[in-house]
């Protein structure tokens, strides 16, 4: 199963977390959204625009309905009528058509800054150290850019033009509504300062558990991918009740986060709506009041009816788009957290290239640590000549691995360096060094596509008789000409390999890169014993003429070795070939007889080979 620490000594970095507050995170978004700017301002043109004529409306049916009580008592205005009401019509088109153009304008621009969000972040992800992703649980990074990203684009598609409108709306009618009686109006406004108080209470009280929200959104996805990539391991080990049970504290939590954040945000609807029905009540009565001492026409009521609809209306709009505002605060603040990890080292600047390698690498009083307080790589120095085997042994921890990361750049050494060639590692970009290896890990990677698409993989110009070679070479060819479509066949979740044939695949894909360099950690360790001495002289093809690191804990498969480093906490304390170090019966004599007295009829098999 996938671990969030791999190098628990790295620390949680949740205890590195910045605190951004609403505001700062609104900023942030505002910021990014800079080059769509222009055409977002002209949305919200557009949407005022539009409201204002919502708004100029009941004025304009005021007048109308004006005409037509007079008319009660006389003749009716034919022609005012008629001219008020085609210029209703033409209001209420035009509104709507500035709505349309709105809408359009930012469902656009959402989906382009979604886009560009989602490009981002997964430029960020090859910028990032291999650091960040040993203290992160991938799940909770995919969280990131799908969930995260998604609410942010729903808000700014869904609630911006809808909170502009509400605003310029409420807004507009308290103008209007002032242009048409104080009174009334001061009325409307004291029903609606209660609702307005409540709301702010509300928002600044919810907005901690939509953050926990998100959290716990990403920390559950990150459980399940991780509780599904080792479904396996979870079966034989009858792990399923304790898989349940961490699913359902972080379920239970989440679900806590949700009801909270929805319940206070719930809230505001309900509030708004019945301060606004409270306002319609309390204005209904000053307006009757008024009108039954003649000092506002019947007009004046109708289009106040109007105005104290769209003074409320806002309000509970105003209130949705605050929820959903929230929601997007506390998806942002996770996902520019993530674009401001620290990136590594620009190396732009670096101008040398290392090319015609022969293979010559020399490690120079190299110290490591994961945390600078805690070395694990004390002091190591080996200079192995190009062309050479080089086996590195040891205990689980004694650092075969982790020198194998700070060889590749994965890491950065804390002092000493790593020369290929006579030129440090540290001048020379990390895409060059890679280019000069070629890697075998103990877990095998393969993607989605063809066979040949897997071997070849990023490795330009290959022919076709290249990857059949590479395959003969290691054994795996006979297996995948029975496949329907030979090299074409399509790794998917239809195709069953084992896990010796994965890594099969993974050593074939390393013969076709023929870098200078090679490196195998625990390469044949999937593999049984028949199929390993298969690999095993296939490798001893390929390391002719290369340099090569092989980590290993059989021992017997590095017996021709050129020369064999024996590390125990972070150290050589011995080296030599196979022959020289079982002479010095030292710790290397101790390993290599304990497994040889322990080993099984496969042991036996491989060492008699």
């Known amino acids: 199963m996938l671990k969030k620490n791999n190098h628990p000594q790295l620390g949680s970095s949740a205890e590195k977390e910045p605190k951004a507050s609403f505001g700062d995170t609104w900023g942030k978004l505002i910021a990014y959204c800079k080059p769509y700017l222009p055409v977002i301002i002209l949305a919200i043109v557009l949407a005022i625009a539009g409201t204002i004529f919502t708004i100029i409306g009941p004025d304009k049916l005021s007048e109308l309905t004006d005409h037509v009580t007079a008319g009660l008592f006389g ?42 969000l989602r490009t981002d972040v997964s430029e960020k992800i090859n910028k990032l150290p291999l650091k960040y992703f040993d203290t992160h649980n991938f799940g ?49 406004i004291a029903s609606t300062l209660i609702g307005f108080g409540l709301m702010g209470l509300i928002i600044k009280k919810s907005q901690k558990h939509f953050l926990n929200q998100q959290q716990e959104l990403g920390a559950i996805n990150a459980h399940i991918e991780e509780i599904y990539a080792g479904h396996n391991i979870v ?25 909270k954040a929805q319940f206070l945000s719930g809230l505001m609807m309900p509030i708004m709506t019945f301060i606004g029905n409270f306002g319609y009540v309390a204005v209904c009565v000053v307006g009757a009041a008024l009108a039954m001492d003649g000092k506002i026409s019947f007009g004046v009521i109708v289009a106040f009816m109007m105005y104290i609809r769209l ?93 194998v990361n700070f060889l590749m750049r994965f890491y950065e050494v804390n002092s000493g360096e790593i020369k290929i060639d006579g030129v440090p590692t540290h001048t020379l970009t990390r895409e ?17 596509g063809t066979i040949k698409e897997n071997i070849v993989y ?68 999937s593999v049984d014993t028949r199929t390993e001495l298969l690999i095993q002289q296939a490798m001893d093809k390929l390391t002719v003429g290369r340099t090569s690191f092989v980590i290993a804990h059989r021992l017997s498969t590095i017996k021709n070795a050129d020369l064999i480093l024996v590390m125990k906490d972070g150290d050589i304390i011995e080296s030599g070939n196979h022959d020289t170090l079982l002479a010095q019966q030292g710790f290397y004599a101790d390993l290599y007889n304990s497994q040889f007295s322990e080993g099984t009829f496969e042991e036996e098999l491989v060492v008699n080979a």
């Open 140 to 188: 909770d990074v995919l969280s990131r850019i799908t969930n995260d990203i998604d609410t942010i684009g729903q808000t700014m598609n869904q609630s911006i033009g809808t909170l502009v409108s509400a605003v310029t709306l409420f807004l507009g009618s308290l103008v209007m509504m002032f242009t048409t009686n104080v009174i009334m109006t001061l009325t409307a």
């Open 311 to 403: 003074f409320t209306q806002p309000l509970a709009q105003m209130a949705q788009a605050a929820t959903q505002l929230q929601s997007t605060a506390a998806a942002s603040r996770r996902v520019f957290e993530f674009l401001e990890e620290a990136e590594l080292e620009d190396e732009s600047h670096k101008t040398a290239v290392l090319k015609d390698v022969k293979g010559d690498v020399e490690f120079k009083n190299v110290k490591f640590g994961y945390n600078e307080d805690k070395i694990i790589i004390n002091d190591f120095s080996v200079h192995a000549k190009a062309g050479q085997k080089v086996a590195i042994v040891g205990p689980t921890g004694a650092g075969k691995s982790t020198m």
């Open 432 to 448: 060059n060094v890679h280019e000069l290896f070629c890697m075998v890990l103990q877990d095998t990677w393969l993607f989605e």
């Open 458 to 525: 990023n490795k330009k110009d290959v022919t076709h008789e290249e990857v059949v070679r590479a395959c003969e070479a290691v054994g795996i060819d006979h297996f995948i000409q029975t496949l329907p479509h030979g090299y074409d066949t399509v790794l998917n979740d239809q195709l069953s390999l084992s896990a010796g044939q994965k890594q099969l695949l993974t050593i074939a894909r390393a013969m076709v890169e023929n870098a200078p360099l090679l490196i195998l950690d625990e390469a044949t360790s």
């Open 235 to 259: 079966k034989v080990y009858n792990g399923e009740e304790e898989a349940k049970k961490t699913f359902n504290e972080i379920n239970g939590r989440l679900q806590n986060s949700v009801w």
């Open 75 to 116: 003749e009716i205005d034919l022609d005012a009528v008629s001219k008020i009401g085609f210029l209703l019509v033409a209001l209420y088109g035009c509104s709507a058509l500035f709505s349309y153009i709105q809408g359009f304008i930012m469902a656009t621009v959402t989906q382009r800054v979604s886009k560009q």
